[in-house]
Nanobody
């Protein structure tokens, strides 16, 4: 299956945008839905969004209308465009496909 690597986190002001990217193998993306999760300090990891190879997408209520998940089937990445960010979006964001997890990327939204 290879590995998963997230990138694109950083510090942004409230209302700003960030684009996270999840690099995975062609095999992982074609065989498994890809999920984005996040974990804030002191909280449990929570599901944010998912996409399958066919492009079917789902979002958690907390991010619906602000975040967009998409496949890049040339570079074999799954991207998460995050707009209208809020301080409560601050967390480490993880990408998951099958049994593989990335190391996470920190997103910090200042008020």
């Amino acid at each position: 299956q290879g590995q998963i690597v997230e990138s694109g986190g950083g510090l942004v002001q409230s209302g700003g945008s960030l684009r996270l990217s999840c690099a995975a193998s062609q095999s992982t993306i074609t065989h498994y839905p890809i999920y984005w999760y996040r974990q804030a300090p002191g909280k449990q990891r929570e599901w944010v969004a998912r996409i399958d190879y066919g492009g079917t997408k789902e979002y958690a209520d907390a991010v619906k209308g602000r975040f967009t998940i998409s496949n890049d089937l040339v570079a074999w990445r799954v991207n998460l465009q995050m707009n209208h960010l809020k301080p409560e979006d601050t967390a480490v964001y993880f990408c998951n496909g099958g049994s593989l997890w990335g190391q996470g990327t920190q997103v910090t939204v200042s008020s």
